[in-house]
């Protein structure tokens, strides 16, 4: 039996690919939709919300919202929203190194809110997991 996240991996690897080669703007809707939940997932899992606004998965920040509510992930993309707020107008720089300068600067402040919405997502992740497999 395969492994369901190497299905995963057979979509998201070409569009990686894609994305490195040609640009976000070359990736369709569906691209776009699933690139940007993969990114999201695998940088808040790993690391955090910050480190998923510090790399380059950030570049993606705001596509996510809508792309978490095309696919059912009303919980997620309202845990996401609540991290946007961090920045000014609730829209991060699509630049990484502006993005990567106000998350200093928030942090230096002390104004920087994104460990609890961390936990949130972990749980909302777990929750969902389980609802997913039946799993009590």
């Known amino acids: 039996m395969t492994d369901s996240l190497d299905v995963v991996f057979e979509f998201v690897e070409p569009v990686i690919e894609k994305l490195e080669k040609s640009g976000s703007d070359s990736l369709s809707e569906l691209e776009t939709t699933i690139l ?22 950030g570049d993606f920040a705001n596509q996510v919202v809508s792309s978490l509510h095309k696919i059912g992930a009303e919980d997620a993309a309202y845990i996401v929203k609540a991290a946007l707020a961090n920045f000014p107008n609730s829209i991060p720089p699509r630049n990484r190194d502006e993005r990567q300068n106000i998350l200093e600067t928030l942090e230096d402040s002390g104004t920087l809110k994104l460990d609890s919405l961390d936990t949130e997502f972990y749980e909302c992740l777990r929750w969902s997991l389980r609802r997913h497999q039946n799993v009590p």
């Open 36 to 57: 940007s939940v993969w990114l999201l997932e695998a940088d808040v899992n790993n690391g955090g919300f910050n480190q998923y606004f510090w790399n380059s998965s």
